[in-house]
Nanobody
């Protein structure tokens, strides 16, 4: 089994910054694409950013210029640096990863349980 565990969510004032982390562990041969999604109260989950194993990022238009996704392959960890926080950034942020496992000939998608970001004003 593979687990993704997020950390770093907090209550922050408008304009503040935050760094989220997500570490994959378990039966891992290789962690491939990783990403961050978020779900605000009463809304559907949406893509925030993704990053390939080689470090190529992709961002939702709503976060371009404010969020930066990065990863450390040696630690099986993906990060999300969030700057200039806005009230509309308030959501539960979920980590996602495609993982190749020992003993399997295909990769599988996994989700973390989320970390809550609340932006106050």
């Amino acid at each position: 089994q593979v687990q993704l565990v997020e950390s770093g969510g907090d209550l922050v004032q408008v304009g503040g910054s935050l760094r989220l982390s997500c570490t994959a562990s378990g039966n891992i041969y290789r962690v491939n694409d990783m990403g961050w999604y978020r779900q605000a109260p009463g809304k559907q989950r949406e893509l925030v950013a993704t990053i390939t194993r080689d470090g190529s990022p992709n961002y939702a238009d709503s976060v371009k210029g404010r969020f930066t996704i990065s990863r450390d392959n040696n630690k099986n960890t993906v990060y999300l640096q969030i700057n200039s926080l806005k009230p509309e950034d308030t959501a539960v942020y979920y980590c996602n990863a495609n993982v190749s496992r020992h003993g399997y000939n295909y990769e599988k998608n996994f989700w973390g349980q989320g970390t809550k970001v609340t932006v106050s004003s």
